[in-house]
């Protein structure tokens, strides 16, 4: 089994709908991370949580929020869903400790019409 | 402002010869620096890493160099093989106040010809 399960995989909405990303891990990590990647700019940070506790904002968290439900999930939720959110997210963890190596889930590819 | 950056967004290399994948950055700050590897449809993999007080780190096939003053690391990979064809991002990690977030490149993809 994975250690970093996204679901789901893809989803096709309209423009307007909530939507929501779930993200669990199985690897007993504290700091858990939400990425998005677009073609020819890499991966962007949306939100981050160091523990249940603690909410970060990353570089582009304007039209998202998160909620750390549990040490193991951290979703993603898009409000009020518009186009130039079609992207691939990713879901990351890191061990604590100084600078980590973050493991990431096969990504979930979101298209909104 | 893209403070790492991967100028080169394809490579292609012969089998059994060496990959050079390059990136630079612009923010002296960044101390901990990381290359992953990303096949389609899986999410990127931690391959090697690198603390800005070392210049240079070898696991296996993998070498990562750390030019602090050119701030410039590169990921060498001999000898390559067709499974390492994938795009390679480099990232930075910075960590005011103990956050330690990373800051990735926009990632070369790397083709090994058999």
């Known amino acids: 089994d994975a250690d970093v399960t996204q679901t789901p995989r893809n989803r096709i909405t309209k423009t307007g709908k909530r939507i929501m990303l779930e993200c669990s891990q199985t690897?007993?990590?504290?700091?858990m991370y939400w990425y998005r990647q677009d073609p020819g700019l890499g991966l962007r940070l949306i939100y981050y949580?160091?523990?249940?506790?603690?909410?970060n904002k990353g570089e582009i968290s304007d039209g998202y929020s998160v909620s750390r439900q549990a040490q193991a999930k951290f979703s993603l939720s898009l409000e009020s869903a518009i186009p130039n959110q079609t992207a691939l997210y990713f879901c990351?963890?890191?061990?604590?400790?100084?600078?980590?190596?973050?493991?990431f889930g096969d990504g979930t590819r979101l298209s909104i019409l | 402002d893209q403070q790492v950056k991967q100028n080169s967004p394809s490579l292609s290399v012969q089998e059994g010869r060496i990959s050079i994948l390059n990136c630079d950055y612009t923010n002296s700050m960044f101390d901990y620096f990381l290359w992953y590897k990303k096949y389609p449809a899986e999410g990127p993999t931690f391959l090697i890493s690198i603390s800005s007080i070392k210049d240079k780190n070898e696991d296996g096939r993998f070498t990562v160099f750390l030019n602090k003053s050119a701030k410039h690391l590169s990921l060498h990979i001999v000898p390559s093989q067709p499974g390492d064809s994938a795009v390679y991002f480099c990232?930075?990690?910075?960590?005011?106040?103990?956050?330690?977030?990373?800051?990735f490149g926009t990632g070369t993809r790397l083709k090994v010809l058999a």
């Open positions: 990232a930075a990690s910075v960590s005011p106040s103990g956050t330690y977030k990373y800051i």
């Open positions: 690897k007993g990590h504290d700091r």
């Open positions: 990351a963890t890191s061990d604590r400790g100084g600078s980590q190596p973050q493991h």
């Open positions: 949580s160091f523990d249940v506790k603690d909410i």
